[in-house]
């Protein structure tokens, strides 16, 4: 008998090791013994706000529903979540969830959890794989939206200026789909008009210290920066550090654009010290529960939920700011 109890816990243990990961909610579903719904969640990492929002609405949003959450940080590495994902797998949970840090590279991993017959569902990011049957719904913001509106505010904001408007971004994650998309769809609509021009564009990985680190190598490198466009807030909270540290003003000398709509974003906005915001909600907990019970259940769901969002100039946020949940 203890011999039993000594093996469980060391499988267990060994389970967690793997995935690093912890749960929240009852055991239970294909992983524990009753009925409630088993749900591995494989998250990027804790590199912003947004993504910290982000953790806390799929915690509370799986304990609301009873879901069980095998809960997994992959510290912005793909291997890791590919280690979460096969471990997942191994204790045959019931549905798979997961924010894929990169676009590229899940075939063979996704391929693992069909063949284990375990539906995914893709959350927050999207991948790149042809094969579209791996996941069975993907539920998220439209990236290249979020660009574009971006680009809009900038075209409108220098309808009349003559001269040159220099550019420099702060992109996200190498690789990902809100580093990929939200270029591209701010490149397309400023793209229309020769005086926007991009004169420096390095990634800051969607973090506070990295934002502030390329910010300053940018203000030493480029001379005569109009406007910065960082792809989150947490990258344009950085940079704004890095402008101030070279004696500028923040919103007036240099013009700032981010996306996410985070308090910090927000209050920095309100603060005039960013020009205008794009909003990507990080509140997905609910819709990817309801999603995942759906699947379960065998209905029928869109093979795209997009996010509904909006956008924040500085007088919007300072009406927004007493009510805003994150
Ligand atoms: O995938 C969403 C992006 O990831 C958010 O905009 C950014 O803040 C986060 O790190």
Redesign the pocket.
């Known amino acids: 008998m203890m011999k039993r109890i000594t093996a469980l816990v060391i499988a267990g243990l060994t389970a967690a090791a793997l995935t690093g990961c912890g749960s929240s909610g009852s055991e239970g579903g294909g992983g524990g013994g009753d009925d409630a719904i088993v749900m591995g969640f494989s998250q990027?990492g804790a590199?912003?706000?947004?993504?910290t929002a982000n953790t806390k609405s799929v915690q509370s949003a799986a304990e609301k529903s009873k879901i069980t959450l095998r809960f997994s940080d992959a510290q912005q590495k793909q291997e890791n979540q590919i280690k979460a994902i096969r471990s997942f797998v191994q204790q045959k949970v019931d549905i798979i969830a997961f924010?894929p840090v990169v676009e590229s590279g899940w075939d063979t991993v996704l391929k693992e959890a069909q063949n284990a017959k375990i539906p995914v569902i893709l959350t927050?990011?999207a991948v790149d794989s042809k094969d579209t049957t791996l996941y069975k719904t993907f539920l998220g913001?439209d990236f290249v939206e979020e660009g574009k509106k971006a680009g809009q505010w900038l075209v409108e904001e220098y309808k009349d200026a003559k001269d040159t408007v220099n550019i420099v971004e702060l992109q996200?994650?190498t690789g990902?789909?809100?580093a990929n998309d939200r270029k591209a769809g701010f490149a397309e609509v400023i793209g229309a008009d020769p005086k926007f021009k991009i004169v420096a564009s390095q990634t800051g990985d969607?973090t506070r210290a990295k934002g502030k680190e390329v910010m300053e190598a940018f203000l030493k490198s480029t001379p005569d920066i109009d406007v910065l466009y960082a792809?989150?807030?947490?990258m344009g909270l950085g940079a704004i550090e890095a402008i101030e540290g070279a004696g500028k003003v923040p919103g007036k000398d240099i013009k700032i654009i981010t996306?996410?709509a985070v308090k910090d974003g927000m209050q920095a906005l309100a603060d005039g010290k960013i020009n205008f915001i794009v909003e990507?909600s990080p509140l997905l907990g609910p819709q990817l529960m309801d999603l995942a019970q759906k699947v379960l259940k065998g209905e029928n769901i869109p093979a795209r939920v997009v996010t509904e969002e909006t956008t924040f100039d500085q007088e919007q946020a300072k009406a927004a700011l007493p009510t805003r949940e994150y």
């Not at 792809?231 to 947490?234: A, I």
């Open positions: 990027v590199e912003s706000g947004w993504r924010s927050d990011r913001s996200g994650t990902s789909a809100p969607f792809h989150n807030d947490d996306v996410d990507c």
